[in-house]
Structures are given as structure tokens and as C-alpha cells.
């Protein structure tokens, strides 16, 4: 079983920056694709970014593009998110993502992902 936690959540002024974390249990997630969605109140969990297991394959939502880096440190088994030029409508429950399953592209749904963090709050105020 794999568990994932993440941190580096908090309240931010547009504009400002954040880096989340996300520390994984077991040293085979270095071999595991990595994704980080969000969830702000009344809305539907969405994708934000993800990385393949080697780190040099990303893919990132439209509406972050440019803004935020993903990134991770298999050494350490850690994943990151660098959020830079941060919005109000940034502010949600940012959970972190894996699964070892390999696919054809990186994947960017929920279901295709097994094991989830439980979450950290990002709030930006304007």
C-alpha cells in the first residue's frame, strides 16, 4: 500500500508563490507516474499537472500552464508542485496522486490513478 502526504499548503496574496510537496511511503513510486489535482468548494475535482517516472515527461492543465512546474526527486521519493503567479481562483484542496500503471500517455483523469494523498489547502486572497 502506498501512502502519499502532502504539505506546503497555505494562504497566499495573488500574485505570490507556494511549492506543495508530496512525500511518498515506499521507494517503488520512483517507478510510478505522479499527478497533482485540486478541488475548490462545490466544484469537481480537476487535474492540474503530471510527470512520468523518469521527471522528464510533464503534461499540465490549460489553466496553469506556464504558472506551475511539476517536478519530483525519485531519491527521495517526493513530488513537487511550484505554483508561481497564484490567482484567487487557485484557491482549493490540493491532493496529490500515483499509480504504477504505464500508459500510453500520461494520464490526467482520476480513475486513472490509485493511491491519493489526503489533501492541502491552498487559499489565495486578492
Known amino acids: 500500500q502506498v501512502q502519499l502526504v502532502e504539505s506546503g499548503g497555505g494562504l497566499v496574496q495573488a500574485g505570490g508563490s507556494l511549492r506543495l510537496s508530496c512525500a511518498a511511503s515506499?521507494?517503488?513510486?520512483?517507478?510510478?507516474?505522479m499527478g497533482w489535482f485540486r478541488q475548490a468548494p462545490g466544484k469537481e475535482r480537476e487535474f492540474v499537472a503530471t510527470?512520468?517516472?523518469?521527471?522528464?515527461?510533464?503534461y499540465y492543465a490549460d489553466s496553469v500552464l506556464g504558472r506551475f512546474t511539476i517536478s519530483r526527486d525519485n531519491a527521495e521519493n517526493t513530488v513537487y508542485l511550484q505554483m508561481n503567479s497564484l490567482k484567487p481562483e487557485d484557491t482549493a484542496v490540493y491532493y496529490c496522486?500515483?499509480?504504477?500503471?504505464?500508459?500510453?500517455?500520461?494520464?490526467?483523469?482520476?480513475?486513472?490513478?490509485?493511491?491519493w494523498g489526503q489533501g492541502t489547502q491552498v487559499t489565495v486572497s486578492s
Open positions: 496522486a500515483a499509480d504504477r500503471r504505464v500508459y500510453r500517455l500520461l494520464p490526467t483523469q482520476e480513475v486513472e490513478y490509485a493511491y
Open positions: 510527470v512520468g517516472w523518469g521527471g522528464g515527461s510533464t
Open positions: 515506499a521507494r517503488t513510486t520512483s517507478s510510478y507516474v
